[in-house]
């Protein structure tokens, strides 16, 4: 059997999954369907990628609040306001587990963690909210907004 052959690849940066999630993610211009995907999917992956881990955790992180700019040169900036990290389909527990995870999977220690009173799901995954920096470009989404402000209004034909 060749060692090589079940060598993991390093996991993604928190700035690395940050990015790899917004790049799927729906734009800026489809709110509604760009708030679901951010609840459904968190920065560990898509749930096969989760289900390929060797090791499955009880937490996954998920952007919480973003701030987006436009530039006038057609390019979109996303600033992380705020993250949660929830405990997966589970109840409440302390903030030493949730910093714990955070501090494993993603180097983090943030200073603002903050349990939650609310659930992620409706059946349950109790969580904390925190920050942490991490930033999206991404060219073009002016142009998108422009396009679809300028397209005739469907009854007006």
Same mark, same amino acid.
Request: hydrophobic share 40%; aromatic share 12%; proline share 10%.
């Given at each position: 059997?060749? #060692?090589?052959?079940?060598?993991? @690849? #390093? %996991?993604? +940066? =928190?700035? /690395? *999954? =940050?990015?790899?999630?917004?790049? $799927?993610?729906?734009? @800026?211009?489809? @709110?509604?369907?760009?708030?679901?995907?951010?609840?459904?999917?968190?920065? /560990?992956?898509?749930? %096969?990628?989760?289900?390929?881990?060797?090791?499955?955790?009880?937490?996954?992180?998920?952007? $919480?609040? /973003?701030?987006?700019?436009?530039?006038?040169?057609?390019?979109?900036?996303?600033?992380? %306001? %705020?993250?949660?990290?929830?405990?997966?389909?589970? #109840?409440? +527990?302390?903030?030493?587990?949730?910093? +714990?995870?955070?501090?494993?999977?993603?180097?983090?220690? #943030? /200073?603002?963690?903050? $349990?939650?009173?609310?659930?992620?799901?409706?059946?349950?995954?109790?969580? *904390?909210?925190? +920050?942490?920096? *991490?930033?999206?470009?991404?060219?073009?989404?002016?142009?998108?907004?422009?396009?679809? *402000?300028?397209?005739?209004? @469907?009854?007006?034909?």
């Amino acid at each position: 059997m060749d #060692p090589s052959a079940s060598v993991q @690849p #390093p %996991a993604p +940066t =928190f700035q /690395e *999954a =940050f990015i790899a999630l917004l790049s $799927l993610a729906p734009g @800026p211009v489809f @709110p509604r369907a760009r708030q679901l995907y951010l609840r459904k999917y968190p920065l /560990e992956g898509s749930p %096969a990628q989760l289900e390929a881990q060797a090791c499955q955790s009880r937490f996954r992180s998920f952007l $919480l609040q /973003e701030e987006i700019q436009e530039g006038s040169d057609g390019v979109y900036r996303v600033r992380a %306001a %705020a993250f949660a990290v929830v405990h997966w389909h589970a #109840p409440q +527990t302390n903030p030493a587990d949730y910093l +714990t995870y955070l501090r494993q999977r993603w180097l983090l220690e #943030p /200073e603002d963690l903050e $349990l939650q009173s609310d659930q992620w799901f409706r059946g349950g995954g109790a969580y *904390a909210r925190f +920050t942490a920096p *991490a930033v999206y470009e991404r060219q073009g989404a002016s142009q998108l907004r422009l396009s679809l *402000a300028q397209a005739p209004h @469907p009854s007006s034909s």
